[in-house]
């Protein structure tokens, strides 16, 4: 059993910074993967980041490189998301989800999913 919650959203200037959180309960996480999506403003969810807790590898989408930094928190069993320099782009509901598969995996083979958390960006 697999639960997520998403918190750390709000409201910054753009240019700005935010750390996103999210706090897993359940079982030890051994494998798989746990990434953040986010659903902007009359659009699709998209993938932002994954984390591998297999090897620690990481992924990013390319609109969020060099500016968001994925990290996982073993002990704690908590995902993270460092988001600097903060773009009103980047305004969005933003999700933390836990996948089987590899870092590779597909929207729809994420199968446990959290409560999103807003992040609004002003220009």
């Known amino acids: 059993e697999v639960q997520l919650q998403a918190s750390g959203g709000g409201l910054v200037q753009a240019g700005g910074s935010l750390r996103l959180s999210c706090q897993a309960s359940?079982?030890?996480?051994?494998?798989?993967?746990i990434g953040w999506f986010r659903q902007g403003p009359g659009e699709g969810r998209v993938g932002v980041s994954c984390?591998?807790?297999?090897?620690?590898?990481?992924s990013y989408t390319d609109s969020v490189k060099g500016r968001f930094t994925i990290s996982f928190d073993n002990a704690k069993k908590t995902l993270y998301l460092q988001m600097n320099s903060l773009k009103p782009e980047d305004t969005a509901e933003y999700y933390c989800?836990?996948?089987?598969?590899?870092?590779?995996?597909?929207?729809?083979?994420?199968?446990?999913w959290g409560q999103g958390t807003q992040v609004t960006v002003s220009s």
């Open positions: 984390f591998s807790l297999k090897d620690s590898s990481t």
């Open positions: 359940g079982s030890i996480f051994r494998n798989g993967v």
């Open positions: 989800a836990k996948s089987l598969g590899s870092i590779w995996a597909r929207m729809s083979e994420y199968d446990y």
